[in-house]
């Protein structure tokens, strides 16, 4: 038997890297299970849209993954179903977003929690587990050898087929759409090619970057990078036996052929790879019952499955993750006030089942006939105007999930907004540490109500133009208290909102010992 460590991870995908650099920030080193024996080349996302990207920007990484030192800017705009969606009119826009392949993202995840001491054992496979009063054992299966790995806390980081969910029991109910979706990297003749990202097929006509709707279901085409074409389809009403060949170009070719009523003469993609080429054989959606069993939490797919239409995997995911590493380190540290892990569950089922709700909708509008047609167009003029750009802005991005975090301020709740101190730096600046922040507006006048937390709480004060005189922010960058100005029972509040989120507060002596 293993010494029994604090937190395992089951899964070196993006979420679980992302929940184990939060746990290390704040000190506690988890040791992270990945059945893989290297990081996954496979090709699934093609970039992160969202809240996510300012999730990043709280650490750093958004910087580090997408090669620049500048803050994330807002999209011009995007596409719900297939439809463009303008930003130009959206009062502070949320909709960011940063074109980079998972692979990419996974590898660097991989260099930045090694870098801060995460153990990570390549080739180890949760295959069984037994749940306990203090904690949870964990049967794993390596070339090395198997062995029993006791923890505190495992976190499920391990896919829409999870076996921590299946394993620990958590129900995952929804549904299954009779759909099949292809996609790959293909080569196409350069002459189709628009050089504006599209593409133009004889007899059919011009085909525009992004999904695109006709009565035999759906095509899409993305130009990630120059000469190097994916290209995939949708085709309702109909799945596969589930032993069906692998998919090959010559069935996605005849997939499209169906799709849009011409030939496309695609070919296999030059280069080395790795090169797209899957299908999913009927369309899941589907959501955990509950994201924690006793010790046992899930994050990302192994929570929720649902539509790629409009890229909401990791947004999603990586938002579960932030959410969830500050308060299993405060659990594991033993300052976590009650209630704190269960809030995981109470925050972040919502927000998974709003983005089950927009992608099935997206798919709905996809769907052939006549009376679908006629709502697209309603649709359409809905998202042309500044209210409902701003509506979708807002469902897409995940930036209208507000928690509730006992405050009635206007701003509490919702991811904290960026701006620039008078020191220069900007507010997602003060979170690279992953500690909370007491950001003080007023000069300093809350500054003291926070004392006995500061081993916790970091304290900025500052006489910036902001949106109030004082902002209480999580690690996660959501607010927890906020004033716009200073009256005698501020302290008395925020020290209700510091013990509700960060525990106890610690006298004096203690603080100096």
Not at 57 to 67: A, N, P
Not at 70 to 82: H, K, L, R
Not at 329 to 342: H, I, K, S, T
Not at 433 to 446: A, C, F, M, N, Y
């Amino acid at each position: 038997m293993k010494d029994q460590v604090d937190v395992v991870i089951s899964g070196a995908g993006p979420n679980g890297l992302l929940v184990a650099g939060e746990l290390a920030l704040a000190g506690v080193r988890p040791v992270v299970l990945e059945r893989l024996s290297e990081p996954s080349a496979e090709l699934k996302a093609n970039g992160i849209v969202g809240q996510a990207n300012r999730v990043l920007d709280l650490r750093g990484l958004y910087q580090t993954l997408s090669d620049s030192d500048a803050a994330p800017e807002p999209m011009d705009g995007y596409i719900f179903a297939g439809m463009q969606v303008p930003f130009a009119d959206v009062v502070d826009n949320p909709m960011y977003g940063m074109l980079i392949q998972q692979p990419r993202v996974v590898r660097q995840l991989v260099e930045w929690v090694q870098g801060l001491g995460v153990e990570i054992r390549w080739g180890h496979e949760v295959v069984d587990l037994e749940p306990g009063s203090d904690g949870v054992t964990l049967d794993i299966a390596s070339a090395s050898g198997n062995y029993r790995l006791p923890a505190t806390y495992l976190v499920g980081a391990d896919g829409g087929r999870s076996q921590v969910r299946k394993k620990v029991g958590i129900e995952f109910p929804g549904l299954t759409t009779d759909v099949i979706a292809r996609v790959a990297h293909v080569r196409l003749p350069d002459e189709l090619r628009t050089g504006l990202g599209g593409i133009d097929i004889p007899g059919v006509g011009r085909i525009p970057f992004g999904h695109n709707r006709f009565d035999g279901g759906v095509l899409i085409y993305a130009e990630f990078q120059p000469g190097r074409s994916m290209l995939g389809t949708i085709e309702y009403g109909s799945t596969l036996p589930d032993d069906a060949p692998a998919l090959t170009i010559d069935e996605l070719r005849a997939s499209a052929k169906r799709v849009i009523g011409a030939d496309l003469p695609i070919e296999p993609p030059d280069g080395p790879g790795p090169h797209a080429l899957r299908r999913i054989n009927g369309q899941n959606t589907r959501q955990a019952a509950q994201y924690r069993a006793g010790n046992v939490f899930l994050v990302g797919d192994a929570a929720h499955v649902h539509s790629a239409m409009g890229g909401p995997g990791l947004n999603l995911g990586m938002q579960d993750a932030m959410n969830l590493g500050w308060k299993l380190a405060a659990a594991v540290q033993g300052w976590a006030p009650a209630g704190l892990l269960d809030s995981y569950h109470s925050e972040r089922w919502p927000a998974g089942q709003r983005v089950m709700m927009h992608s099935m909708a997206q798919a709905a509008l996809m769907a052939s006939g006549p009376e679908v047609s006629a709502l697209r167009t309603l649709f359409g003029e809905l998202l042309a105007t500044p209210d409902g750009s701003a509506h979708i802005a807002g469902l897409l991005s995940g930036s209208d999930v507000r928690y509730d975090v006992g405050d009635e301020h206007r701003l509490s709740g919702y991811f904290v907004p960026d701006f620039v101190l008078d020191d220069g730096r900007r507010v997602a600046e003060l979170l690279r540490s992953g500690r909370p922040v007491l950001l003080d507006l007023s000069g300093g006048k809350h500054a003291a109500a926070a004392q006995g937390w500061r081993d916790r709480v970091d304290v900025a004060v500052s006489s910036a133009d902001g949106p109030a005189a004082a902002l209480l922010i999580r690690p996660d960058g959501h607010i927890a208290w906020a004033v716009d100005e200073f009256t005698e029972a501020d302290p008395v509040r925020l020290r209700a909102a510091l013990e509700r989120w960060f525990g106890c507060e610690t006298s004096l002596a203690e603080l100096s010992a």
